[in-house]
């Protein structure tokens, strides 16, 4: 697939006011300072469609963009560290599990994790999360670029033991990534591209 427009409609804090148009949506999220606004930016080849930042927890809204005209990108708040207060962060995981559990344009999840760490517990408490509410979901692995392919190989393999102590019995579908060198890129879009062909397929 390949991306021709991207364009902002709304940021919220209330998911019953996310646009009403019956066209697929897949949302982006994970810890903060995951790297997923750089994501978003390589994805829709757009330098500063998602504002990036060096301090962790800069978006604090449901944030949608239309892309191609029929499909949602929503970039969502990152939930664990950032600097924001106790009532802020209270704040945010009420209407994250909100638009999870309510949201019915939602088609489909990513959950990013830093491919340089080991498998952090919020982390598989929310891949956990995604699946007693049956929300179906991928992981994408961010930063790629900062280790090598032995390694990168290593950390996905590790993070498949966690989650199959975890009572998976599969690793669920997963991306490599970097948005630095564009990796995982096309294999993400093209993924997007056949969910989206069923979608409409079936009626959406």
């Known amino acids: 697939m390949k991306i021709n427009t991207a364009e902002f409609v709304i940021s919220n804090s209330d998911p019953k006011k996310c646009p009403n148009e019956p066209i697929p949506e897949y949302a982006f999220i994970g810890r903060s300072n995951v790297g997923k606004s750089s994501l978003i930016n390589m994805l829709t080849n757009h330098k500063n469609l998602a504002k990036t930042s060096g301090k962790p927890g800069k978006t604090q809204l ?16 990152g939930y664990g560290y950032a600097k924001v207060s106790k009532s ?50 991928c992981i994408v692995f961010t930063k790629a670029d900062k280790i090598g392919k032995v390694k990168a190989d290593q950390a996905v393999a590790a993070y498949r033991k966690a989650l199959l102590s975890n009572n998976w019995e599969e690793m669920p579908k997963h991306f490599v990534t970097s948005s630095e060198d564009a990796r995982g890129k096309e294999e993400l879009l093209t993924f997007i591209d056949d969910v989206n062909k069923q979608v409409f397929n079936q009626g959406f």
């Open 62 to 77: 449901i944030n949608h963009f239309k892309i191609n005209q029929n499909w949602f990108l929503v970039d969502l708040p």
């Open 88 to 137: 802020v962060k209270a704040t945010f995981q009420k209407f994250i599990t909100e638009y999870f559990e309510k949201r019915e344009n939602l088609t489909c999840a990513f959950v990013l994790v830093d491919i340089r760490h080991e498998a952090q517990k919020i982390d598989i408490e929310f891949i956990n999360y995604l699946g007693t509410i049956e929300v179906p979901f």
